[in-house]
């Protein structure tokens, strides 16, 4: 099906809805960290406990995501954006020099998130450009605090 809708026009509308922000970390088969800043993360179901996200084809990330496979959501705290713009940006490694920590599934933990979930990986479904990702979720922390906000691409914070 092919669209009329001009990229700019849909990205900007998008825009405007206000997002919080994560970091999506896993392991690959050798045990090296990765991970990428996502604001397309949303809870699906309480039983079983599923949430979702989506993934470009692009992102480097994806090679490391199948069906089996563990990741963290690592939700941020409204003093993360520096962390967010950090994983957000091409780098070859975005773990270096950074407090974070191994969790028992084997996924990347960062320090001073607001909330961490880890999961497995169910589903992947095709959709345009992106992966839709289903996992189900096996542990959950938090702490109090206030996420960091995306609203018209800044980055935000509640009043």
């Known amino acids: 099906m092919s669209s ?7 990205r900007r509308a998008c825009s ?6 994560s970091i999506l970390t896993t392991t690959d088969s050798a045990g090296v960290p990765h991970g990428m800043t996502a ?18 084809e692009r992102a480097a990330l994806l090679s ?4 089996g496979r563990n990741i963290a959501v690592n939700i941020l705290a409204e003093d993360q954006a520096e962390l967010s713009s950090r994983f957000a940006r091409k780098s070859e490694d975005r773990f270096e020099n950074l407090d974070w920590h191994q969790s028992a599934l084997g996924c990347p933990l960062l320090s001073g998130a607001l909330a961490v979930m880890e999961c497995t990986i169910t589903k ?12 189900h979720a096996h542990s ?6 206030r996420p960091l906000l995306y609203f018209s691409s800044s980055y935000e914070s509640l009043a």
């Open 64 to 67: 490391h995501i199948a069906p």
């Open 4 to 10: 009329q809708l001009a990229p700019d026009r849909f």
């Open 39 to 56: 604001n397309s993360f949303t809870s699906v179901s309480l039983d079983p406990p599923l949430v979702l996200f989506c993934l470009d």
């Open 140 to 145: 959950v922390d938090w702490r109090e605090g």
């Open 16 to 21: 405007l809805w206000t997002t919080g922000i």
């Open 124 to 135: 992947l479904v095709p959709a345009g450009d992106h992966q839709i990702v289903l996992a």
